[in-house]
């Protein structure tokens, strides 16, 4: 059966009607075979065939049925491929066992076999082959998924070595590829998921020689079926694995696994580049909250794969969700330029974000976010109200460093018009009561920011914590401290233990401000019981892992209770306290700040001035530490009055609404002489602290 | 209304012998049939005569309906509402067949639920039920967090070789946590409801193969409403035509927590890349994706805009992809050897 001479004397090539069959050198037309199988004769049809080319009875099945296959008469495809006894051929086909071992001797003489035997093979396994699409195609999935494996099998024992690429001619290549190809997917659609799951493995665990494209396929195949199915199987046996590999779990990160692979390959040019990887990939990591990961896949894109200011877009929103916002606004940025991608909403509307969180960053949102609302048309019409609530905070947050009172309430009431506009557009979204709320609260504007407050309450059912917590400081302002304990200890009990801590915290500095310190003192032990039972819950290990967001702080429970027992001079109490909290964080400029308190009060004054120096060093903006800092050097004499105004100032500049921080200037201005604007500040002094919230109101973002 | 600990310890499947359990169930089921006769106006003959009573259960459209109308009826989800009382009942039978009965529903009473939940509405029979799915998945994960260690390709793995020696790339694996540990609740706190339905859904999606797609589609329906957001800013985008919804009509917008929002985003991912071909589920998947997508960009939370609008690619590229099949053999008018 030479292959040149199967073409020889085929003079129908040219007619693309007919149907041709052409073996041992032989061609014929298939009219008079087919008129015959139409009626049914497959015994005749076969018979036809065999005299004609010198066949065997199982060629001129195998032959008889593709015919029928190509012709789509997938039920006569079907009866005729019955008749070959396909365990008996495979039977055939197996290498004895004394062929087994002499393979490795007898080389010369086992090549002679083996392209008689290939090519019996391949005509056998693509009529099973055949047989199993046929029945695929007849809805008859599970007897088709049955076929196919057989096919697999009878390869598995004919080639008991694996396939490598000498070992097998391309037809019998190409069969075994598309058997392996299709048997996962036919336990997919048969719902045997199970069955489809090991299929895939095999397909890709087994030496199947397959092409780059084809395993790339597989591959995503089963990546997507393992991140979408939801079917959960035993991950792959220890048994294929190599020592200090990677072993995947359960599916998500078998999933995750073969995506990256898959990109990999791609960059490597084994394969194509397929989109649609790169978004399953995405998701995956999006599920996980993992886009740190995500973000060094970007980063690793080839160029030319995805335009630039997409993928600067995509890197902001990975960098921004790992918390990484300097580089997210940069990369916004870029992709802002007016000459890549200035009028994205979505982009201008992230950027604006993240300079609301930021006072220096203000002004530079207020652009952005004008900008979203000049763009919000079209698809984006919908984000309009977004994009004034992001003009609102941002110009809410600008005003926190303006230069002058009549800036700052400039901005202050634009920024309320600007939600209140947003509001109008968005009447369902709590988030913009919130934010009211929360410009009203920073206003001092107190009794709007309680109504607020109270309807975002409502409008959340009490499940968002942060409005409990503004709620209580907003009455805690008003001097209404009893009010704000009956709050939280509503919080309290619409919260898990574990996430009290926040709520526990105000409770002890409202009792504080109500001078009850055994009370405050008591909250604080209970806090740091539950900080204790935290850690055995969750053991040392657990705590890398659980994000600590409302958890417990012991640090900063131990700090408060210094600052209260320094507040009652209870000296030595204070101390140990300090310590507590200095072996939790180190030196940093809080604990510096306190240990300057505790020095100062007990008329150390010398060590109190370098241990508020230290602070300042750690953290030239800590307001706290420059209000004391100025008030220790405003009593050293008229000449430090000078710096002492300095800093105090300079504190205002940074917290415009620090109580301290006005009264200790005034206390500077009436030394220095200057007595009508120490009455100023007394007076500014004493209008905040009839509105002067326990904790400052921006700790609750 | 609250659960005590036992009950929620007692929801541990207790080992029985396998022809026990067969006749149980089976038991069981019809029991679960004649208590529900009373709630309902009418139980199809199919399902009182069934052999198989708790999948005729299951797959019944007939009865679905039903309940789903009862569910959804302004008075429903009260302390003494009898179909929450069923449901809570058919639960704690701990048979798994009758579990996915439950399951089945989840999507509307999650959804009935959580748009009622701002609205100082009677609640307890739907918090029961949710509770109860909550306490058993708190039981069968022992209350551990479900975590995920981010393969990083410098180390070998079973479908890869690594040219760089693993002894160099020490590297610490990414551990995600997919779903954190979970504590026993009795009640519903208000700041854990979404948590509490989020690992409901997160049950859900456990056994989502299972699950008739009547109950997906309605999932998915109900993440619209949801969302708050109707979806057809991007619908041309999209380049396909579909219903257009109401526009304005955003009652039943909830908070979406990202604890609440991420098992959502699963299961939607399900609805939309899963292995059933139902053209409808897919239809309605990719509007409930739409819509969390707009809701997405409306809190400008960056994962989860992320995440809808890979989904939402996908979406469009399975609609658009011309399948080509490369299992199917080359055709040609010539057939050799």
Not at chain 1, 91 to 118: C, D, H, I, W, Y
Not at chain 1, 394 to 417: F, M, N, T, V, Y
Not at chain 1, 587 to 601: A, C, D, K, P, Q
Not at chain 2, 40 to 64: F, H, Y
């Amino acid at each position: 059966m030479s292959e040149e001479a199967e073409f020889e004397g085929s003079q129908f090539d040219d007619d693309p009607s007919i149907w041709q069959i052409s073996a041992n050198g032989v061609s014929m037309q298939t009219t008079d075979v087919e008129v015959k199988i139409d009626e049914g004769n497959i015994q005749e049809a076969e018979s036809a065939l065999r005299e004609g080319l010198s066949l065997n009875f199982e060629e001129a099945r195998a032959l008889l049925g593709k015919l029928e296959y190509q012709r789509g008469n997938l039920e006569s495809a079907l009866r005729v491929f019955d008749g070959i006894d396909l365990q008996a051929a495979i039977q055939r086909m197996q290498p004895s066992l004394t062929e087994k071992q002499l393979s490795k001797k007898g080389r010369a003489r086992s090549e002679s076999n083996r392209a008689v035997s290939q090519h019996a093979a391949s005509l056998i396994l693509e009529a099973v082959y055949l047989k199993a699409k046929s029945l695929q195609k007849l809805g008859k999935l599970t007897e088709a998924a049955h076929e196919c494996k057989n096919v697999l099998d009878a390869v598995e024992k004919i080639f008991y070595k694996g396939i490598t690429d000498v070992s097998v001619d391309c037809k019998l290549q190409e069969i075994v590829s598309q058997a392996v190809e299709l048997l996962p997917e036919l336990f997919k659609q048969a719902g045997s998921y199970v069955e489809a799951m090991s299929a895939y493995r095999r397909a890709l665990l087994s030496h199947w020689n397959l092409e780059n494209d084809c395993c790339a396929r597989i591959q995503k195949d089963f990546a997507v079926f393992l991140l979408y199915s939801g079917v959960e199987v035993a991950p792959p046996s220890l048994a294929v694995q190599v020592d200090g590999s990677y072993v995947p779990r359960n599916n998500l990160e078998e999933a995750i696994l073969l995506l990256m692979i898959l990109i990999r390959k791609a960059f490597l040019g084994k394969s194509h580049w397929d989109p649609s990887v790169f978004e399953h990939l995405t998701f995956a990591l999006s599920i996980c909250s993992q886009t740190c990961v995500l973000g060094k896949q970007l980063e690793e894109v080839m160029p030319g794969i995805l335009t630039r200011s997409d993928r600067w877009k995509a890197l902001a929103l990975c960098y921004s969700q790992a918390g990484d916002e300097k580089n997210a606004l940069n990369m916004l940025r870029k992709s802002l330029h007016q000459h890549e991608d200035p009028n994205d909403v979505m982009s201008l509307l992230l950027a604006a974000k993240i300079c609301s969180g930021d006072s220096f960053l203000a002004a530079e949102g207020v652009s952005y976010a004008r900008r979203a609302i000049t763009n919000a048309q079209g698809s984006s019409v919908h984000l309009k109200g977004i994009a004034l609530r992001m003009l609102g905070l941002c110009l809410g947050k600008q005003a926190k460093i303006a230069s002058s009172d009549s800036e700052r309430s400039h901005l202050q009431s634009e920024a309320l018009k600007s939600l209140d506009s947003a509001r109008a557009l968005e009447p369902e979204n709590s988030n913009l009561i919130f934010d009211i709320a929360f410009q009203y609260a920073e206003h001092r504007n107190l009794n709007a920011a309680l109504r607020y407050a109270k309807q975002y309450i409502d409008a959340t059912g009490g499940s968002i914590l942060r409005g409990w917590r503004l709620l209580a400081l907003v009455l805690s302002a008003q001097q209404h401290y009893s009010e704000a304990e009956i709050v939280i200890d509503a919080a309290l009990d619409e919260t898990a233990k574990w996430n009290q801590g926040s709520l526990l915290r105000m409770k002890a500095k409202l009792r504080i401000s109500q001078s009850r310190y055994t009370d405050a003192i008591e909250t604080y032990r209970y806090l740091l019981a539950l900080v204790q039972a935290q850690k055995k819950s969750y053991g040392p290990g657990r705590k890398v892992i659980q994000k600590e967001n409302d958890k417990v702080n012991e640090y900063e429970v131990w700090h408060d209770l210094a600052n209260l027992y320094t507040s009652l001079s209870h000296w030595e109490d204070a101390e140990i306290c300090l310590n507590k909290a200095k072996a939790l964080v180190g030196y940093s400029e809080v604990t510096l700040h306190t240990e300057g308190i505790i020095l100062e009060r007990r008329g150390k004054h010398a060590e109190a001035l370098t241990a508020y120096v230290n602070s300042i060093f750690m953290e030239p903006t800590y307001v706290p530490t420059k209000i004391s800092l100025g008030s220790l050097l405003g009593k050293g004499g008229t000449k430090m009055l000078p710096v002492a105004r300095n800093l105090l100032s300079d504190a205002l500049r940074l917290d415009p609404t620090s109580r301290m921080a006005w009264f200790q200037l005034g206390l500077v201005h009436r030394d220095d002489g200057r007595l009508s604007d120490a009455a100023d500040c007394f007076q500014a002094a004493s209008m905040l602290e009839e509105s002067d919230p326990v904790e400052s109101f921006s700790s609750i973002h | 209304m609250s659960i005590g600990e036992d009950e929620a310890s007692s929801s541990r499947t207790s080992p029985k012998s396998p022809h026990i359990s067969w006749s149980d169930s089976y038991t069981k089921a019809h029991e679960a049939i004649k208590s529900l006769s009373p709630i309902v106006s009418s139980i199809p003959p199919a399902l009182s005569s069934s052999e198989t009573p708790a999948s005729c259960l299951l797959n019944n459209q007939d009865i679905a309906t039903q309940i789903s109308t009862l569910l959804r009826h302004p008075d429903s989800g009260s302390g003494d509402n009898r179909l929450c009382r069923w449901l809570y009942d058919t639960f704690q039978t701990n048979e798994p067949d009758l579990h996915l009965v439950v399951l089945r529903f989840l999507p509307i009473l999650a959804g009935v639920y959580l748009s009622r939940a701002a609205l100082h509405k009677p609640l307890a029979g739907f918090e029961c039920v949710l509770l109860a799915l909550y306490a058993h998945e708190t039981a069968s994960r022992k209350g551990q967090a479900l975590t995920v260690s981010i393969p990083d390709l410098s180390h070998p793995s079973v479908y890869h070789e690594s040219k760089q020696n693993p002894k160099n790339s020490a590297t610490e694996l990414n551990i995600a946590i997919i779903s954190p540990s979970l504590e026993p609740y009795g009640t519903v706190r208000s700041t854990r409801r979404a948590r509490i339905v989020g690992v409901a859904l997160e049950f859900y999606y456990t056994k989502i193969t299972q699950i008739p797609i009547r109950s997906k589609i309605e999932f998915c329906e109900f993440c619209k409403i949801w969302a708050g957001q109707h979806g057809d800013s991007y619908k041309n985008y999209d380049d396909h035509d579909g219903e257009i919804q109401e526009q304005g009509k955003k009652q039943g917008r909830i908070l979406l927590p990202w604890e609440l929002l991420q098992p959502i985003l699963r299961i939607v991912g399900h609805c939309l890349m899963g292995p059933s071909n139902d053209e409808e589920l897919f239809e309605t998947a990719c509007g409930a994706c739409r819509s969390l997508y707009e809701r997405a960009l409306h809190e400008i939370n960056p994962k989860a805009i992320l995440a809808t609008e890979s989904l939402f690619k996908l979406a469009k590229i399975t609609r658009n992809s011309r399948d080509i099949d490369h299992t199917e053999i080359e055709h040609t008018k010539v057939i050799a050897i």
